[in-house]
């Protein structure tokens, strides 16, 4: 192809063939120049990041093959950090460790206790946390969970202990069996002969006999209630009079707050003999004169209402 001589046409000499020239404005041409300035610029920009990237990484690789290199000869170093944490010493921390309870059961609380101190660092009360602490009654359980300091692993890490030991109060009559039930009815025995000891010793009788006849146990229906409960335990009175005639009478001694503390010994306040004093109705003096009932059931009734507030349980 040979320009024309205006060279806006392109000729081929053999076959005539003429094709136009475009040519481009000097704005196109001016565009496309930044254009291609812009992106070389960009490539040198992110072949430079490239570079700062590559630096840094390789920094990060030198500071971690130093650390990693400090750490391994550490790990090698008997009792060092790095040793007790890459081989923790096994331990049961529970040998030295138990729970005291204490209270009321219901209200009972939770106290750890080491025996130890000296065993190991692990022997410290901030290491242990016991679950629950309060409101425990006999026969709940706790746990005792252990977290291991550095350089320990504990097993087992928690044990569970069931709560014993706590003061219950009375509130059924089948709690009071044994020597405690003895106890109770060898202080109501003596204060029923002390009732009756001037009338069995004069020339008014000739014999007394006294047989255990029904306890009554109130409980309080409020929990803070000045008694907590109360129980009544009732005889029957046998006097045998001068002429042979024999007097049956019923005798109840009141105990209050009874509770059963942890060595099983039943603690109450003890009070008097319940009634009123009518013996010289049956032939005696009214200076000797006892207090109790005729009649079984005006004793229970009588038990019954002045113990409003609470309900019977036994």
Known sequence: MELSADEEKAVCPYC???MLIEKE??????????????????DIKDLQRDRQRKRRLKGWLIALCVVAGICL???????????????????D????????????????KAELQISDRTAAEYADEAQFE????????????????????VGWRFEPSEKQFEVKG???????????????LSAIHANTERLIKEDWKDIVSSSLAQDMTCTPYRMYLFVSDEGNAYEHNVLYDTYE????????????????????????????VLTAGYGGLQGFNFGYKYGFSYAQSFSGWTDAAEMEADLRHVRDGYHLVG
Request: glycine share 8%; net charge negative; proline share 8%.
């Open 166 to 180: 706590l003061t219950e109060w009375v509130l059924s009559s089948d709690q009071l069996d044994g020597d405690n």
């Open 130 to 149: 016991v679950v629950p602490k309060a409101g425990l009654k006999n026969g709940d359980t706790v746990t005792v969970k252990a977290k291991a300091p």
């Open 25 to 42: 404005e000097p704005a196109q041409e001016e565009y496309e120049r930044r254009i291609a300035q812009a992106r070389a610029d960009e």
């Open 16 to 18: 005539g063939y003429e």
């Open 73 to 91: 000869v550490n790990v090698l170093i008997p009792n060092s950090p790095m040793h007790e944490l890459a081989f923790p010493r096994s331990a």
């Open 237 to 264: 009175v046998n006097v045998t009079r001068k002429d042979g005639s024999v007097l049956t009478t019923y005798e109840a001694c009141r105990y209050t707050d009874l509770k059963i503390p942890s060595d099983g």
């Open 93 to 108: 921390p529970f040998p030295i460790v138990s729970v005291k309870f204490s209270g009321m059961s219901g209200e009972g």
